[in-house]
Structures are given as C-alpha cells and as structure tokens.
C-alpha cells in the first residue's frame, strides 16, 4: 500500500510540475511590448559614445593594413575624414548613393544612427 501511495503521489507532483512550466511568460506578448529607452543624442561624445559603436560595428573591416575600401576607422583622424566628407552617415544610415554599412548587415540601430549624425552635425569633435 506504502509503494502505490508513493508511485501516486510521485505521480501527482511530475503532473504538477510540469504543468508549472507550462506557463509561457513572454512580456512583449503580455503587455505590447516594453517601451524603448530613449535615445540621446545631446552631447553625443566620440569616446563615450561613437568609438563604441564603430568597434562594434565598423572596426573589424575598417582596420589593419589593408582596411575595407581603403577606409580606415581606427584613429579620430580617420573617423573625422569620414564625418567631414559625409561618408561616415551616408552609410551608416543608407542614403541614396552611398555604400550601405555594415555591408552585407542589417542597418544600424536607429539611436546609433542618430547619435553618430548628432555628433558629425555638432562638429565631430573629439572628446
């Protein structure tokens, strides 16, 4: 009697768990989505804030000695060639006539997107 009270209350508790991880909580499903953080672009710095998105994005192709397109992105110098001569947000942001970038990948996230033209627009300095 011991052993099937054992085996039925084994029994009891497998069906409850897993009924327990039946539960789907997907919290953009829940409630719409979360709401996006915002974006800053005010007092967008080069270090603080375009030299990460350049070494996440740019600097694997646009480095070394024989850098993509002959663009190199890894020194202030270089970046400001591109700000000032607008290639830098022309393809980072898709615009007619320039070479996408990343090439190959998905666009830029808006807010990069954004952050890096606030930052040409202000003068690309280099703080």
């Known amino acids: 009697m011991n052993l099937l009270k054992s085996t039925i209350n084994c029994c009891l508790a497998l069906c409850v768990l897993s009924l327990a991880g039946c539960y789907y909580d997907n919290e953009e499903e829940l409630y719409g989505g979360l709401p996006e953080a915002p974006c800053d672009t005010t007092d967008v710095s080069y270090t603080a804030d375009i030299v990460p998105i350049l070494e996440d994005d740019c600097i694997v192709c646009h ?42 990948g998905a666009q830029l996230p808006d807010c990069e997107v954004n952050q890096v033209t606030a930052w040409v627009n202000a003068g690309a300095l280099d703080n």
């Open 63 to 104: 480095s070394g000695s024989v850098p993509s397109a002959g663009i190199s992105l890894e020194t202030y110098a270089d970046v400001k060639v591109q700000a000032d001569n607008g290639r830098l947000v022309g393809s980072i942001a898709h615009l007619p006539g320039f070479d996408p970038m990343p090439q190959g």
